[in-house]
């Protein structure tokens, strides 16, 4: 994991697919946010990505890429997160995410909203099912958010999409996964949670030229 800033809110970044913890750096993205990290506003932690050993990884069946999804999650849980509060004490936490990384942090989101404060979503596909050749179970299920959010009904989580967690999805109008964002976006409206959905013109793209520029509005805002 890579750390940037010394204070602020903490914002977890998980990468883009197949992506490691020094992609935010390398592609420019802990640049664009230079100024809110040098002010204190946000401190900023890349964690690892394991896609490549679980979802896209085409050498497992399917049932172990799964499995080891779901390690991963109690790793980000048990060990990322603690770690976290070791070198920050605030207690709000903002996840975020580009392409398959905003996958991660809207599902996180989604399954353990008692621990996230915001969510911020770019230009994200959020349907594993085509990752799965066919396969598909209860581990499956729960961890797809076009699947078990139409189905959700638990008071517990609704209240806190409802009341706590600020829910940022964009995408462009030329992006490859606008559509997933549009559908997200609906499943939320169903579910009657608050959320900003921004929709950038100019033939934006699924780019992290584009992703500099939305990153820096909505961690700014």
């Known amino acids: 994991m890579l750390v940037f800033g010394h204070a602020g809110t903490p914002v977890l970044v998980f990468p883009t697919a197949k992506g490691r913890y020094s992609e935010y750096e390398d592609r420019g993205m802990i640049g664009a946010i230079g100024e809110l990290l040098h002010d204190g506003t946000i401190q900023v932690f890349c ?5 490549t050993e679980s979802w896209y ?3 497992l069946p399917p049932r172990e890429r799964v499995l080891r999804h779901v390690a991963y999650e109690r ?3 048990e060990e990322v997160l603690p770690l976290m509060r070791t070198r920050n004490p605030i ?3 903002t996840v975020t995410g580009c392409g398959f990384g905003a996958y991660h942090a809207v599902n996180f ?3 353990h909203p008692d621990l996230v404060d915001t969510c911020i979503a770019l230009s994200g596909h959020y349907d594993i099912r085509p990752l799965l050749d066919g396969y598909f ?14 189905r959700l009904t638990d008071p517990w989580f609704l209240n806190l999409f409802r009341t706590k967690v600020r ?3 964009a995408a462009g109008e030329s992006d490859i996964h606008l559509e ?5 976006s609906r499943l939320l409206d169903a579910k009657h949670v608050r959320h900003w959905l921004d929709i950038w013109g100019d033939h934006t793209q699924h780019d992290w030229r584009w992703w500099k520029m939305m990153i820096r509005k909505f961690l700014d805002d």
Do not use: A, M
């Not at 964690?47 to 896609?51: F, K, L, T, Y």
């Open 137 to 150: 179970d209860n581990d499956c299920y729960y961890n797809n958010p076009v699947e078990y959010l139409p």
């Open 109 to 111: 989101s989604l399954r």
């Open 75 to 77: 790793y980000v849980i």
């Open 167 to 169: 829910f940022i999805i």
């Open 47 to 51: 964690v690892d990505g394991i896609d």
């Open 180 to 184: 997933s964002s549009l559908q997200l």
């Open 91 to 93: 207690e709000k936490l």
């Open 57 to 59: 990884n085409e050498s």
